[in-house]
T-cell receptor, first 115, second 115 residues
Framework: GAGVSQSPSNKVTEKGKDVELRCDPISGHTALYWYRQSLGQGLEFLIYFQGNSAPDKSGLPSDRFSAERTGGSVSTLTIQRTQQEDSAVYLC?????????????FGQGTRLTVV | AQTVTQSQPEMSVQEAETVTLSCTYDTSESDYYLFWYKQPPSRQMILVIRQEAYKQQNATENRFSVNFQKAAKSFSLKISDSQLGDAAMYFCAYRSPRSQGNLIFGKGTKLSVKP
């Protein structure tokens, strides 16, 4: 596709339920990132995938959060047993390579609301 | 750990005027990269401008320029000839070459443009 695509755009879930958020990166981009943006806050790094290397999971806030990237393309962020503090916008980004100066292209995010 | 601070939660500028958004950061590294991202209401983060710390010359992209003061750890964004479409949240971000996945963001500055 032309850009990073995320689905769903909005998700409302009940506390305690599991949710899956999807990210389709730009074709050919080897690096993929997930960030969380809480109301009034900046972006918080969650996880980073680069090619076939082991992902950098250092930003995941708890073991309820996990992510995978299948075939080096689509990524799914899963939140188990959702809590109200998980309510936020989840942004995915991809870049052509993992270089630190490389531009990251962002999707429009998924707004997750836990009620 | 590196931190990024944006001390202006909100700024306002008259159309066609110039505005400067402030950003300071804290790091013990000598080599790093700095970015300004724009986030309109659509939520999609868009790269505005970037700077490599080892370069003395300030980056410029059309109406956008930075004032990079390495010793002061300051990275301000100047927007000249402000346009209504510039209204958005602006985020300053830091990336270490040793942590390629992790962009560290400030909390953002909301810019309003008055016609």
């Amino acid at each position: 596709g032309a850009g990073v695509s995320q689905s769903p755009s909005n998700k409302v879930t009940e506390k305690g339920k599991d949710v899956e958020l999807r990210c389709d990166p730009i074709s050919g981009h080897t690096a993929l990132y997930w960030y969380r943006q809480s109301l009034g806050q900046g972006l918080e790094f969650l996880i980073y995938f680069q090619g076939n290397s082991a992902p950098d999971k250092s930003g995941l806030p708890s073991d309820r959060f996990s992510a995978e990237r299948t075939g080096g393309s689509v990524s799914t962020l899963t939140i188990q047993r959702t809590q109200q503090e998980d309510s936020a916008v989840y942004l995915c980004a991809s870049s052509l390579s993992g270089g630190a100066f490389t531009e990251a292209f962002f999707g429009q995010g998924t707004r997750l609301t836990v009620v | 750990a590196q931190t990024v601070t944006q001390s202006q939660p909100e700024m306002s500028v008259q159309e066609a005027e110039t505005v400067t958004l402030s950003c300071t950061y804290d790091t013990s590294e000598s080599d790093y990269y700095l970015f300004w991202y724009k986030q309109p209401p659509s939520r999609q983060m868009i790269l505005v401008i970037r700077q490599e710390a080892y370069k003395q010359q300030n980056a410029t992209e059309n109406r956008f320029s930075v004032n990079f003061q390495k010793a002061a750890k300051s990275f301000s964004l100047k927007i000249s000839d402000s346009q209504l479409g510039d209204a958005a949240m602006y985020f300053c971000a830091y990336r270490s070459p040793r942590s390629q996945g992790n962009l560290i963001f400030g909390k953002g500055t909301k810019l309003s443009v008055k016609p």
